[in-house]
């Protein structure tokens, strides 16, 4: 018995000498482990500070890029004579478009009272001042938009392609004045004289910014304001110019497909219109020219003349209507 108890208390003197013993690195390893839990804890929170802080920071470059840029359009959204000339690629002054246009309403003029028949020579003179105040202020202006729309038309067609050339020429390395130059260099007209309007701007000292407002005001278009807000947002905040030009190139590839898928689908529709516009006057036409004497009455009498202004007028609203049906804003 005694044996047992002095064995136990040997047993329990070594425990304890060694647990003493080791207690002080236990101790020590617990608190290392716990410093370099804390200190990675605070590293971690430090970073996702600063990535938080980075992205407000961008956020609000981005912002304030937006808001000038909302600032300058608002100061170019008036449409001058002048700028109109520029968009639709006419190098002349605003005189010579009142020139022309004073010339086309003394040519409308004329010919209107030429080709009035004796008959209602009381009616030639008023008329005739219709026809001149038509073709003076309407005609130069159609023609103007009709010219306009055509160039603009072009230079959306060549866009997304000088898009994609930009985004390769910066994927290996060249800065973006050069890839504009190559644009300016090889692209077709329009957006070949366009960019390098845009080029020449920028080596008499123009920032590429206002050069692209500029450019914004000759191709007053949603696809060329958005090539300037995206390179305005790039050089303002920074960020991966080629991606983000290689998205805007494939929103122009969408809109372009469903610009065509939308012409397909309304195909039909707009044949359709174009017959029912065309029916009634080619019927008349034809008539007239086979038995004169059967729709005289039309012409000589005031209730003839007041059913053909009503036949006229209605005319006009359905094929207002109608081009309303087949127009769509994509």
């Known amino acids: 018995m005694l044996d047992v108890l002095l064995v136990a208390s040997l047993s329990f003197v070594i425990c304890t000498g060694l647990y003493m013993f080791m207690s002080p690195s236990l101790a020590r390893e617990d608190v290392s482990d716990r410093i370099q839990t804390a200190t990675t804890s605070r590293s971690k929170k430090v970073a996702a500070s600063s990535a938080a802080d980075a992205t407000n920071s961008r956020k609000r470059a981005v912002s304030e890029t937006l808001k000038d840029l909302d600032a300058r359009k608002k100061k170019t959204e008036k449409k001058t004579l002048r700028a109109r000339l520029e968009q639709a690629g006419f190098d002349a002054e605003p005189v010579h478009f009142w020139i022309f246009s004073a010339v086309c309403a003394v040519v409308c003029a004329f010919a209107v009272y030429i080709s009035l028949p004796i008959s209602v020579a009381t009616l030639a003179l008023p008329l005739s001042i219709v026809a001149g105040f038509a073709g003076g202020l309407g005609l130069p202006n159609w023609g103007l938009n ?27 390395g060249l800065p973006l004045n050069e890839c504009l130059g190559i644009i300016a260099r090889e692209s077709p007209e329009p957006i070949a004289s366009e960019i390098r309007e845009v080029v020449d701007q920028q080596r008499v000292g123009v920032t590429l910014s206002d050069a692209l407002d500029r450019l914004v005001v000759r191709m007053p278009l949603p696809e060329v304001k958005f090539l300037s807000i995206v390179i305005s947002i790039q050089q303002a905040s920074g960020g991966n110019l080629s991606e983000a030009l290689g ?10 497909s469903l610009k065509l898928k939308v012409k397909a689908l309304s195909a039909e529709a707009l044949a359709s219109a174009a017959v029912l516009g065309c029916l009634p006057p080619g019927v008349v036409l034809m008539v007239h020219i086979s038995t004169p004497n059967y729709l005289r009455p039309l012409w000589d009498t005031t209730t003839g003349n007041f059913l053909v202004g ?14 309303k049906m087949i127009n769509f804003k994509y």
């Open 247 to 256: 998205n805007l190139s494939q929103v122009l590839r969408d809109r372009n």
């Open 146 to 172: 009709y010219m306009v729309k055509k160039r603009q038309k072009k230079f959306l067609a060549n866009l997304a392609n000088a898009l994609d050339v930009v985004v390769r020429g910066i994927k290996t």
């Open 310 to 323: 009503i036949g006229i007028v209605m005319m006009a609203m359905g094929i207002f209507v109608m081009n």
